[in-house]
Nanobody, 123 residues
Framework: QVQLVESGGGLVQAGGSLRLSCAAS????????MGWFRQAPGKEREFVAS????????YYADSVKGRFTISRINAKNTVYLQMNSLLPEDTAVYYC????????????????WGQGTQVTVSS
């Protein structure tokens, strides 16, 4: 069982930056691929970024490539999402996800989910 707690959301102007954090409970953090998803009002939840358990490989949605960076510190059981050059269309609730299988995580059918943190980008 893994519990995920996101933090770091808030209100920022377009062009600004935020860093989201996701703290995971448990002693098996290193066995999970980790990812971030987001859901805007009236839209389906969509994949944002993910990182393999070792941290060696990352994946990004085309809409965030070059602006967002996912990373993890296994010693801290934490995954991060650094978001730069934010746009109003990045406004959404951002969710942290964990799964033993990276490909399954990226489909949105992760084993574990956090409660989400709101990110609002004003124009």
């Amino acid at each position: 069982q893994v519990q995920l707690v996101e933090s770091g959301g808030g209100l920022v102007q377009a062009g600004g930056s935020l860093r989201l954090s996701c703290a995971a409970s448990g002693r098996t953090f290193t066995s999970y691929a980790m990812g971030w998803f987001r859901q805007a009002p009236g839209k389906e939840r969509e994949f944002v970024a993910s990182i393999r358990s070792s941290g060696g490989t990352t994946y990004y949605a085309d809409s965030v490539k070059g602006r967002f960076t996912i990373s993890r510190i296994n010693a801290k059981n934490t995954v991060y999402l650094q978001m730069n050059s934010l746009l109003p269309e990045d406004t959404a609730v951002y969710y942290c996800a964990a799964d033993h299988l990276g490909p399954r995580l990226r489909t949105g059918r992760s084993e574990y989910w956090g409660q989400g943190t709101q990110v609002t980008v004003s124009s």
